[in-house]
């Protein structure tokens, strides 16, 4: 009934820039906080950002300062502009949200995840 599918991915030079999006889509009544995941090769997926309704913000320590995410409660899209890449930053990048969603006449709570879209930053 929901998706989330991500896009914006890519191989990118240390020092360069990636702006990754998320759109959501189906029979959405109303997404909370949403955010982005990464998970590298042999690691775990960790929360890169987050955002709530009312646009408060959290971030990775190591990303502070060069990733900012934001959102489009309209569209129904969140982004992760990511500055002053460097390679540890290669990664899945996911994105994740709290949707609430039609079932017929009722609704459902429930955490989706996008597919994944990859960043690999590399000379």
């Known amino acids: 009934q929901v998706q989330l599918v991500e896009s914006g991915g890519g191989l990118v030079q240390p020092g360069g820039s990636l702006r990754l999006s998320c759109a959501a889509s189906?029979?959405?009544?109303?997404?909370?906080?949403m955010g982005w995941y990464r998970q590298a090769p042999g690691k775990q997926r960790e929360l890169v950002a987050g955002?709530?309704?009312?646009?408060?913000?959290n971030y990775k320590d190591s990303v502070k300062g060069r990733f900012t995410i934001s959102r489009d409660n309209a569209k129904k899209m969140v982004y992760l502009q990511m500055n002053s890449l460097k390679p540890e930053d290669t990664a899945v990048y996911y994105c994740?949200?709290?949707?609430?969603?039609?079932?017929?006449?009722?609704?459902?709570?429930?955490?989706?995840w996008g597919q994944g879209t990859q960043v690999t930053v590399s000379s």
């Open positions: 955002i709530t309704t009312g646009g408060s913000t």
């Open positions: 189906g029979s959405i009544f109303s997404i909370n906080a």
């Open positions: 994740n949200a709290d949707i609430t969603y039609y079932i017929g006449t009722n609704y459902r709570s429930l955490n989706h």
